[in-house]
C-alpha cells in the first residue's frame, strides 16, 4: 500500500471514455471533502451508495448525450454486509466491460480519527454498545484492509486541514476539465494568509457590511450582503478590475501548462465582502470554463 501522495498523473487522456473515481477508506478521513472536490469539477457524484448499484450509475451516466461520462461515489463501511464485502467484484466487472476505473482510498492516523471524532461528537458508524471507538476503527480498518490493498491511490489526511485535501483532489483530477482549474478562497486577513494561494486580493478597502447591525450575522452568500456590497459603486469596480486583471493574466499561465491556480481574495473577517467577490469571479468564470472551484475559509 502506497502511504504517499503523489499526482496520480494524466488519467483522463480520452473524454469519451466513461472515468469512475471510487471514493472509500476511513470514516473521517476526508470522503466528504473529497466527493466535494469532484462534485465542484463537475462529476456525477453519490455518496453512500450500495456497490450492487454501480453498474446501474455508470450505464445511466454514460447514455447522458453531450457531456463527459465523470463519475464519483462514496463507498464505506455504511453500507456494511455482503453487499460491501463484493465491491472488488463489481469494480473488477466494471473495469473489464471497459469503464476506467480509478479506485481512491483515504486513509488517516488512528490517534488523529479519535480526536476527530471526540471534536465533532459524531458517531462512528460501526460503534455498537459496549464497543469503544478504538475497536470500531481497528474494525473499520480490518474490513477495508482488501480495497486499500487495490487501491489505485491512497491518501493520508493526517496532517492536511480541509482545505489542502480539497487542493490535492483537485489538483490531481483537474485533467478530467478542459483546461486550467482556478479555485477561488476567501480568508480573514486577522487569521493569516493562505499560503498555498498564488494570487491575493486585499479587499478590506471596500465597504464592509459588519457595521450594518442587520447583516453582520449573515455571509456575502446571503441576499441582504448582497445587495448592500452591489449598491455600493466602488464594490463594483473593484470587481471590475480584478476581473480584467485575471482575463488578461490567467491565459498566460494556462499556456505555461499550469493545470491549478488558487486566488485567494480576504477581508478583514472573511465572512462578507472576500465571500461576496469569490461567489461573484467564481459565477463569472464558470461560464466560460470547466473546474471552478471555491472555498470559504472563514465558512467552511
Not at 485533467?175 to 493569516?192: C, D
Not at 461567489?279 to 472551484?293: F, M, P, S
Request: glycine share 6%.
Amino acid at each position: 500500500m502506497n502511504d504517499e501522495n503523489p499526482a496520480p498523473g494524466n488519467l483522463f487522456t480520452n473524454p469519451h471514455e466513461t472515468h469512475l473515481i471510487v471514493l472509500t477508506g476511513m470514516s473521517g478521513g476526508g470522503k466528504t471533502v473529497a466527493l466535494r472536490a469532484l462534485e465542484d469539477l463537475e462529476f456525477y457524484c453519490v455518496d453512500n451508495l450500495p456497490p450492487s448499484l454501480l453498474p446501474q450509475l455508470v450505464e445511466a451516466v454514460s447514455r447522458g448525450a453531450g457531456r463527459r461520462r465523470r463519475i464519483a461515489v462514496g463507498a464505506d463501511v455504511r453500507n456494511r454486509g455482503t453487499d460491501f464485502e463484493h465491491l472488488p467484484t463489481v469494480l473488477s466487472a466494471l473495469a473489464t466491460a471497459g469503464v476506467q476505473l480509478h479506485l481512491i482510498f483515504l486513509d488517516c492516523r488512528d490517534e488523529v480519527l479519535i480526536k476527530r471524532y471526540s471534536e465533532t461528537r459524531r458517531r462512528h458508524p460501526l460503534a455498537k454498545r459496549g464497543m469503544s471507538l478504538a475497536d470500531a476503527i481497528a474494525e473499520e480498518r480490518r474490513l477495508l484492509r482488501p480495497l486499500a490493498a487495490i487501491a489505485e491511490k491512497v491518501i493520508d489526511s493526517s496532517e492536511l486541514n480541509v482545505h489542502q485535501l480539497r487542493r490535492l483532489v483537485a489538483t490531481g483530477y483537474a485533467q478530467a476539465t478542459e483546461g486550467m482549474t482556478l479555485m477561488f478562497q476567501s480568508f480573514a486577513f486577522k487569521r493569516g494568509l493562505p499560503l498555498d494561494s498564488d494570487f491575493v486580493f486585499d479587499a478590506r478597502c471596500l465597504p464592509n457590511p459588519h457595521w450594518q447591525p442587520r447583516l453582520r450575522p449573515l455571509s456575502g452568500k446571503d441576499s441582504p450582503v448582497r445587495e448592500y456590497l452591489e449598491g455600493e459603486p466602488m464594490v463594483a469596480e473593484y470587481l471590475a478590475d480584478t476581473t480584467r486583471w485575471l482575463d488578461t493574466w490567467l491565459p498566460r499561465f494556462e499556456q505555461d501548462d499550469r493545470s491549478y491556480v488558487t486566488v485567494a481574495i480576504g477581508c478583514t473577517g472573511g465572512r462578507h465582502r472576500s465571500v461576496y467577490l469569490v461567489e461573484q469571479l467564481a459565477a463569472h468564470y464558470r461560464e466560460t470554463r470547466e473546474g471552478v472551484l471555491t472555498f470559504h475559509r472563514e465558512l467552511d
